[in-house]
């Protein structure tokens, strides 16, 4: 049984988790960026994370240190389909925006992260597959003005996370628990407390 006091730690990152903005990985293969992304998705109060792993990618074994013991404050949930975890998504009402540099994407900046949103990231040398961009609601770059083109997934991910706590920050989404006192039992439960 925790203390007291570490209850009171969980009751209080308890309130500020987010149940309206969920990222997801496609692919992402090495444990050092997915264990960055889990740690940046637990700083800035996502709940759940959906794992796509498909073409015979494998699901990566993730260490004990620091970052990748984070993944236990958090849900996974693991897909062997794009089609099958989408669809998940779009029955709970999430909008599914993917990151790539294309011409017809948007900038991270005019997304509106008050709206429930899936934010989907492909892996360190593809990116997302054709297969995830057409079946975006809409694809987000994030501006740049050097030689590369694209940003570690891990900081890509932590770029368009801020951002998003930004703006949920200015609208209130901290202020009050978005999970109600049975969600908040629940996920205690799967904490294994």
């Not at 570490?6 to 990985?25: A, P």
């Not at 004990?64 to 897909?79: A, E, L, P, T, Y």
């Not at 079946?135 to 030689?147: A, H, K, T």
Request: glycine share 4%; hydrophobic share 40%.
């Amino acid at each position: 049984m925790p203390t007291e006091k570490r209850m009171q730690r969980m009751m209080e990152v308890l309130s500020k988790r987010q149940n309206d903005i969920v990222v997801v990985l496609e692919n992402v293969h090495d444990p050092h960026n997915v264990s960055a992304v889990l740690r940046t998705c637990d700083a800035i109060g996502v709940l759940e994370i959906y794992m796509i792993y498909h073409s015979g990618q494998k699901f990566p074994q993730l260490n004990n240190k620091s970052s990748g013991r984070v993944r236990k404050w958090m849900i996974v949930h693991k897909f062997t389909s794009v089609n099958e975890c989408f669809e998940t998504l779009k029955e709970q009402g999430f909008s599914i925006v993917s990151t790539n540099v294309e011409a017809n994407s948007k900038s991270v900046y005019e997304i509106d992260f008050s709206q429930k949103i899936a934010l989907v990231f492909g892996n360190e040398h593809e990116g997302i597959t054709t297969e995830v961009k057409d079946s975006s609601d809409s694809v987000i770059f994030i501006p740049q003005v050097g030689f590369a083109e694209s940003l570690n997934i891990s900081v890509a991910c932590s770029i368009c996370l801020y951002e998003a706590f930004r703006q949920k920050n200015i609208l209130g989404h901290y202020s009050s628990p978005k999970l109600d006192i049975n969600e908040q039992k629940n996920i205690l439960k799967i904490w294994n407390f």
